[in-house]
């Protein structure tokens, strides 16, 4: 019985709050827009506190003309944490291997050069010589500027007033995206024509001829998807990991103003409840930052050596 | 009891149309695919374990290809997540 009438309960009061299109009555506090605003990109920087601070517009320009296709490149603010995160990165790097170069010449080096260095030697050992094998110093470059990029891309969005970039998927998709074209590009160096062709059209040897035109026809388009879904995961790894970890933060934090209307007693209770979770998801997120951007590094030197090494 | 969570089956049914079974189904497939992850990482916590106590030697080995094995099959729960998104907001 108790069961039915909180279920009936629940059925009145969430259809305002859980309205696709709803906008904020006076009493329902919009959390839908609240979240696809903090989630979704936009064209404005927003530096405020409670409604307090500055707003930076972002600028607009004309679209592109190309043929049929009409290419907005105006910048948002998915693609100003891009470009900031790019530069971070050549700001880093670029000063430590002139240092490695000419002050550290043979020897081992000492501050940051030396923690970049740790990392840098831990990825060319353990994650692309050991999955490339021969040819692996090739690679080396894009895996670690892969990880690099995505480790900043996905700290920035920890900050404060920050946006993930890789929390649009179309940011991972055009990484997975060159991952892809990279690992095919390298499998047909590593192999030649007929051996690349040898990955999608398999056939098994020794079968009689009827039997492997029914392989043939059966397992190319099984081949071919392989090819397109790996790459197809790691975009969405990337994309749901970074994405959930901020809407599961914005719901907690969200739902102390649902308990608004609930008196002071309750609503401090929530809100102090909130905040310590909160803050415990906050540091699983740093790690999660760190461990989805070595995921995707790894991963992408895996799919190079598996391809190189195809041993049909 | 269960007639009433009956009737406010047939009535979130009729009430919104489409909309709210879509959510429905989306709570129920969210569930689903955090129990499946929920007991993948269990398995991958029970060999990890085990390992290290047969081999203490061998447990920073164990101890990194379980934190890489667990991102792995969080990134299958978070295919689940996505599509459920999709449900809800479109």
Redesign the interface.
Known sequence: MGLAGMLAWLQGGGGAAGAPTGGGSGEAPDLQGMLMHHLLDGSELEFTILGRGFVIPLPHWEPIHLGGLTIDLSPTKHVVFLVLAAILCLAVFIPIAGAMRKKYNGRAPSGLANAMEAMILYFRDEVVRRNIGHGADAYTGYVLTLFFFILFMNVLGLLPFGATATGNFMVTGALALITLVVVEVSGMQALGFKGYMKTIFFVPPGLNPAMSVLMLVILTPVELLGKIAKPFALMVRLFANMMAGHTLVLSLLGLIFMFASAGIVVVNGVAVASVVMVTAIMMLEIFVAFLQAYIFAMLTAVFIGLIRHHAH | ?L???L??FQ??GA??GA?AFG?LGAGIGIGLAVIGAGIGIGQIGNGATQGIARQPEAAATIQTAA??LA??I??AA??G??ITILY??F
């Open positions: 009891m007639y009433g969570m009737a406010f009535d979130a009430a919104a909309g959510q934190i890489i991102a792995l969080e990134g978070l295919f997540l996505v809800k907001f």
